[in-house]
């Protein structure tokens, strides 16, 4: 239901309960023939179902139909017959409940075809074990048979069942059928000897002579031709084509069989319906009042057919034996009453035979001993509807009478549960107004004073009781009753509209004015005695037991038609009364069974007579709707952040919430033990739309985690697919490493073995260690080169590259040495060259010598001051081709008497010239030929002597000088002439040096604390050394 609640618009509202104005008759219409148009032919009152016939087959009875109703509840599912029976099968089976399925409705409303549509779905719904099917078969399979016999077409309905029909069906403990039992009610028996213009006669009539084969025909003594049988009122026209007749009474044999009736059964069903055709065709004629046969051949065959005898029977035709003060009288009977006999005796025969296959079928149908254990039913009940008709008879009054019991159950049963409901939700029962149609059962059926008591009073009296005496006592009796209205009784307009023969009642459904004619023979209902007896003695199986001769013996009188039909009424409420029921209102939507087409005048009178607003008014007068609190809470829980998406309490606290939230008024719910209970249908309206409008951010939320669920199932399949991938991987890589590792172990042994016998025998093994002890040293020593000449480290070595890393030092030194050479200039080149030179001279010879190794030799060591002098030296002084090489300020000392005197030395690349420091005079010049030696000490002193050959006559002997830079000037000095064996270096303490004239000086060398060069005492020159 809820399903649809938004949908109300278009299809309106499936439950009536949820229309805004339950009390209008208009509105409930309305809603119906909405439906209708749509094609939607089921709506619910609570949970009764109205049923609308659609008069064409609608795709709503197919296999997925059957599947989708069963076990679902019942508002989740549109309104449909399976619905209400599934609810009810499950009931029956989960808690072993007795069900019944009440089914009302007019003729032709649709309510054999919804109790078919209950047998077939539980058909569906229960097991399928071959027992089970066979059983289902049977009950299936019933009602072909009972149709043919029971139905006809009538002006209302083409297969209008002619009977009231109760069936129950029995199931066992796992919910499959087991078997049944059929109740029959009022079988319209005067249809075998008269129909309405437009109606048949029962459907096996035209079945057997449409559909018997040539040899059955002539057997029964018929003949294929409806026109010659008199109890075909209408003549030979029956509503279907003699095939489709003719295929309907294969079914009815084939049929007949399922429910296991025997060929001999058969062929006696089929000569009694036989016999009955040839009774209607016997004819009368009348002869001194005694009514005489016309068609003795028909009398011949009848009594053939069921075996009596002919001529008995043509007595019985004629006289009646009537027991008058113990002494049986035989009176004739005139051609009239012996129509009358004879229409009697066919409407009898065919009655009892109907009874005789309800049981027939019934005790097929029959539970077997082996299903033991408990056993539930469900009944069906199949019933006839109210009839209000021009004329009504006491088979309408009947019929009535049986739709007010029901009515009467209904209301009991409907308010029952509703009040049992409240209790036990524990909610106030308010009393609801409603009419209690108690009181026109009662007129009817009370005892001593309702109708049908009256009625057999004015039956069994003595003297001369007819109709007109039983109006009139009714009149009498009843006329106080506000339910009763005679034609005195009655107001002017209804007085023009009744007959005098007439009386009317106030149905709960309408007013209906029935017609007294007839009441009294059909209510006595009895044959003749004297065709009882015939019929007694037949020898045709099923007539024999229908027709029992014991009963001719019995002395109490039958009870009349009318006790008994309220006698079985009052057994079926008993047996209604302790099931659960459902019910199923059928209605028909025009008079013409016309698809499609909704008179709402029809619709709307059905709607009063099946009290449908009654009903609704009684389901209504508390609350609209009600649902257990998770159904609600289910579908509304969205509707407050509370309770979504799900509420840590009760289902009732949530709804509590919940409610509170939706801002519910006081007066429009009730919070009921286990359900929630809706006053208006506004309110629920209002919830279904908010939920309407919700539905879309559930439908994101819905989406989201399943989008989510998609991705995160992707997710974990990626992975898995990595950690596949990984694990490959690593193995791969482990196995790698390992491989490795072994390799590895195997070059750490072997070198660790290569350089333990390094120095052994070479074997394969020490060679690749030397091998690669070589390649790391180169490696290493590539790394650690001496970048600067003078760096002199040089990485250790292995023992195999000895010879080796010499060889390689030597090269790499070279090369440095080469590189700094290359990069010199010709000046600092020459200045190595000179030192180098120096080296040669002095080192360990000359004491001073370590001295003069850092600072460069300077060729120019004269002040500022003298530069000026110098430069004019160098250009007046100076030959072409003589270059200035060194220059330093010295001092000399004279050979005679030793004073210093300031002078600059001077070399050429010609001669050494001494100068006057001041003047820059030359004092002395010297060609370097002219020197024969030059001399100093081994010591620090700065002491040079300059020995010249004597022959030099200029010269004044040996030139002694005190030279500051003495190693420079001495080095410079040999670089020029080239001659170092001049120079020599005396170890003594004095010296000797030649004076002009030949004479000698001497120069005494002294150790002293500070260096000088003095005059000593002795008038040698004194050079003091520091040790
Ligand atoms: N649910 C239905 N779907 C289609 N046709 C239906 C349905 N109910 C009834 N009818 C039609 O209406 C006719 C009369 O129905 P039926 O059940 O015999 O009426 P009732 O038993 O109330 O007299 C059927 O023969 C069938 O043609
Ligand atoms: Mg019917």
Redesign the pocket.
């Known amino acids: 239901m809820e399903q649809a609640l938004h949908a109300r618009d278009l299809v309106g509202v499936q439950d009536m309960v949820l229309l805004e104005d339950y009390t209008s008759e208009e509105a409930f219409t309305d809603n119906l023939q909405k439906r209708f148009q749509e094609n939607i032919?089921y709506t619910y009152i609570g949970p009764v179902l109205i049923?609308v016939?659609?008069?064409?087959?609608?795709p709503i009875y197919d296999e997925a139909s059957l599947q989708k109703y069963q076990k679902v509840h019942f508002f989740e599912v549109p309104p449909h017959v399976y619905a209400v029976t599934d609810t009810a099968y499950q009931s029956l089976k989960e808690e072993g409940r007795d069900q019944c399925i009440l089914i009302s409705?007019?003729?032709?409303?649709?309510?054999?075809?919804?109790s078919k549509?209950v047998l077939q779905f539980i058909a569906a719904a229960s097991g399928h074990k071959p027992k089970v099917e066979a059983v289902k078969d049977k009950l299936l399979q019933s009602n072909p048979v009972l149709e043919a016999f029971g139905n006809a077409k009538t002006n209302r309905?083409?297969?209008?069942?002619r009977f009231g029909k109760y069936m129950d069906v029995a199931f066992n403990y796992m919910g499959d059928p087991v078997g049944g039992n059929i109740l029959n009610y009022l079988l319209e028996k005067s249809r075998v000897v008269h129909q309405n213009p437009g109606e048949t006669n029962f459907h096996i009539f035209y079945q057997l002579i449409a559909g018997a084969d040539q040899a059955l025909l002539d057997k029964l003594h018929l003949k294929r031709n409806l026109d010659s049988y008199f109890y075909f009122s209408n003549g030979g026209k029956g509503p279907m084509s003699n095939h489709e007749y003719s295929n309907q009474f294969k079914v009815v044999e084939k049929a007949m069989s399922v429910m296991e009736l025997t060929e001999e059964e058969q062929g006696d069903i089929m000569s009694i319906v036989a016999s009955i055709l040839h009774l209607g065709n016997v004819g009368f004629t009348e002869e001194e009042g005694v009514a005489q046969v016309f068609k003795q051949e028909n009398i011949e065959s009848f009594s053939k057919l069921l075996g009596c005898s002919a001529e008995k029977l043509t007595k019985a035709l004629q006289y009646r034996t009537i027991e008058a003060k113990g002494e049986a009288v035989k009176t004739p009977l005139n051609r009239d009453m012996a129509i009358y006999a004879r229409d009697a005796l066919a409407k009898a025969v065919y009655e009892r035979l109907f009874t005789w296959l309800v049981h027939r079928l019934n005790s097929s149908l029959h539970v077997g001993e082996e299903s033991n254990g408990k056993k539930s039913v469900m009944g069906i009940l199949?019933i006839y509807g109210f009839e209000i008709f021009e004329r009504n008879s006491f088979e309408q009054f009947c019929i009535n009478f049986c739709n007010e019991k029901l009515q009467q159950l209904f209301i009991q049963l409907t308010l029952k549960s509703e009040q049992e409901e409240y209790l036990k939700e524990g909610i106030e029962w308010v009393p609801v107004e409603y009419f209690n149609n108690k009181v026109i059962c009662d007129l009817i059926e009370e005892k001593h004073k309702g109708i049908i008591s009256i009625l057999d009073e004015e039956c069994l009296r003595p003297g001369e009781p007819n109709d007109a005496s039983f109006l009139e006592k009714m009149n009498k009796n009843l006329s106080k009753h506000p339910h009763y209205i005679g034609h005195e009784k009655a107001d002017r307009k209804t007085q023009k509209l009744m007959g005098r023969d007439e009386f009317r009642l106030v149905h709960y459904a309408g007013d209906v004015t029935y017609n007294s004619k007839g009441f009294l023979d059909k209510n006595n209902d009895q044959l003749f005695r004297d065709l009882l007896e015939v019929m007694s003695e037949t020898s045709n199986s099923i007539t024999r037991k229908m027709f029992p001769a014991d009963q001719l013996r019995r002395r109490k009188r039958p009870d009349t038609a009318g006790t008994q039909f309220k006698t079985s009424l009052n057994e079926l409420v008993e047996i209604l009364m302790f099931k659960e029921p459902s019910y199923i209102r059928?209605i028909k939507p025009n008079d013409y069974?016309r698809p499609s087409d909704f008179d709402r005048k029809i619709v709307s009178h059905q709607v009063k007579y099946l009290g449908l607003m009654e009903n609704l008014r009684v389901r209504r007068a508390g609350f609209a709707y009600r649902r257990p609190y998770d159904v609600f809470l289910k579908r509304y829980k969205s509707l407050c952040p509370a309770t979504w998406p799900s509420y840590p309490g009760s289902n009732k606290e949530a709804v509590t919430v919940l409610i509170h939230h939706l801002k519910y008024g006081n007066n429009e719910y009730c919070l009921g033990k286990t359900k929630l209970f809706i006053r208006f249908p506004k309110t629920l309206f209002e919830t279904e739309d908010a939920f309407q409008a919700k539905k879309h951010d559930i439908a994101a939320i819905i989406q989201k985690v399943w989008k989510g669920r998609v991705q995160r199932k992707k997710y974990l399949k990626m992975r898995m697919a990595a950690i596949v991938i990984e694990k490959w991987i690593r193995r791969f890589l482990a196995k790698r490493r390992t491989e490795l590792r072994r390799r590895a172990v195997v070059i750490v042994r072997q070198f660790i073995e290569g350089f333990i016998t390094r120095n052994g025998l070479p074997t394969e093994i020490n060679k690749r260690f030397v091998k690669l002890a070589k390649v790391h040293y180169l490696n290493r020593l590539a790394k650690s080169l001496p970048t600067t000449v003078l760096d002199k480290s040089w990485p250790p070595c292995p023992g195999s590259c000895v010879e080796a890393s010499k060889y390689l030092h030597n090269l790499h030194t070279n090369w440095l040495a080469r590189k700094y050479m290359l990069s010199l200039t010709p000046e600092r080149k020459k200045q190595f060259e000179l030192k180098v030179l120096a080296e040669s001279l002095f080192k360990g010879k000359k004491k001073s010598y370590p001295r003069s190794i850092g600072p460069p030799f300077i060729e120019d060591r004269l002040a500022d001051d003298q530069r000026l002098l110098k430069s004019s030296f160098e250009t007046n002084q100076l030959q072409t081709g003589e270059r200035l090489r060194y220059c330093a300020p010295v001092i000399k000392y004279d050979r005679h008497g030793y004073k210093p005197r300031e002078r600059v030395l001077v070399f050429t690349n010609k001669n050494i010239y001494l100068l006057d420091a001041k003047t820059f005079k030359t004092k002395h010049c010297l060609t370097y030929d002219s020197i024969t030696e030059i001399l100093i000490t081994t010591e620090t002193d700065s002491l040079l002597v300059i020995r010249i050959p004597s022959d030099l006559k200029k010269d004044k002997g040996d030139l002694i000088l005190q030279v500051e830079n003495l190693i420079e000037a001495l080095t410079i000095l040999i670089d020029i002439t080239g001659k170092p064996e001049a120079l020599k270096m005396a170890d003594t303490s004095s010296i000797s040096h030649n004076l002009n004239n030949g004479k000698q000086g001497v120069i005494d060398i002294t150790k002293g604390p500070t260096p000088s060069i003095i005059k000593g005492k002795e008038g040698h020159l004194i050079v003091v050394v520091v040790p």
């Open positions: 032919i049923s016939n659609p008069y064409k087959n609608l409705g007019e003729s032709g409303s649709g309510k054999t075809e919804a549509k309905n083409d297969n209008s069942s199949d059928c069974k």
